[in-house]
């Protein structure tokens, strides 16, 4: 059996640190001792990160973070700059910067899918592609997209979503082989989770709280962040030569 993989002085960048996913899978890194770069453009709350942390005596890792829209190439590129000018390697990416705005292909708004399409397809490769230049060729890298069971089936009213969901898994499988062709040892892996408890159905339905609350009735049960940061933690502590490619799952009450 392989042993398992220590996260103990690695460097990761999460993006979308600033809620949710990012944020949960972020503050665990930083337990598990790792150097995280946290990027979003919500600074306030990125700051409140970093003092939640330093007053968690079981994180042993550095938390920085860095006010960044993924949606600007250079602030993005100029990011994994400065974290290694910082910490010298980058070990991790987490690719958890992501929306939806509920609505149909008949009816629906070219800015908000300009929106969605940048930050949850082209911000992700921009990240992708800037970290596998980065990661050392004796220090293997591991990627980690948040997809989404969109990526996997179309929910009603939710296909411009669902379609960069579907990108993404498509992008990690190419990826993948691109990274076996080039005997490059870096692992590539989707989560993919059902409903999650965060701030995300807010901005997919625009704020209104109505509808959100119809959803979450209609969900029965969301899985909470802390379920998705398990998932996380599992793919990235397999042994190395485990790659995990996508972790499927929903609430045990999730109808659809
Ligand atoms: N919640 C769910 O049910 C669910 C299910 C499946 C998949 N997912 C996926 O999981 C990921 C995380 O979602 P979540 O549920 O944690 O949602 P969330 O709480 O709304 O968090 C979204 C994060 O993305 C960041 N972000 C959005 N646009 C950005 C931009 N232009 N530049 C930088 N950061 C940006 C936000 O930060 P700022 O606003 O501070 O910039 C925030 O930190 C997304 O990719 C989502 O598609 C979520």
């Not at 910082?86 to 910067?97: C, E, M, P, V």
């Not at 992008?171 to 995300?200: H, K, N, Q, Y």
């Amino acid at each position: 059996m392989g042993s398992v993989i220590s996260l103990q002085g690695k460097t990761a960048i999460v993006t979308g640190a600033s809620s949710g996913i990012g944020r949960g899978v972020a503050m665990e890194l930083v337990r598990y001792g790792v150097n995280v770069v946290m990027l979003a453009r919500r600074g306030d709350r990125l700051e409140e990160i970093v003092r939640e942390l330093e007053k968690d005596s079981e994180a042993s890792g550095v938390a920085v973070p860095m006010v960044v829209d993924v949606t600007d190439e250079k602030a993005l590129v100029a990011a994994f700059d400065q974290t290694l000018e910082r910490f010298s390697y980058l070990d991790i990416l987490i690719n958890a910067a992501g929306l939806g705005r509920a609505g149909s292909l008949m009816e629906g708004v070219t800015t908000e899918w300009i929106e969605v399409f940048n930050v949850n397809i082209l911000a992700l490769a921009v990240a992708t592609r800037e970290a596998i230049k980065r990661f050392a060729f004796d220090r293997p890298g591991h990627i980690i997209h948040l997809s989404s069971m969109s990526g996997h089936r179309v929910p009603r009213k939710g296909a411009f979503y669902a379609a960069t969901k579907f990108a993404v898994r498509a992008m990690a499988e190419a990826l993948r082989c691109e990274l076996r062709d080039a005997g490059d040892p870096t692992r590539i892996s989707c989560i993919s989770p059902g409903f999650v408890s965060t701030e995300f159905f807010g901005n997919y339905f625009r704020g209104d709280q109505e509808k959100v609350d119809q959803l979450k009735e209609s969900a029965r049960r969301m899985l909470e962040v802390d379920d998705i940061v398990a998932a996380a933690m599992h793919v990235l502590t397999a042994p190395a030569h485990v790659e995990i490619n996508d972790v499927l799952l929903r609430s045990n009450e999730q109808l659809s």
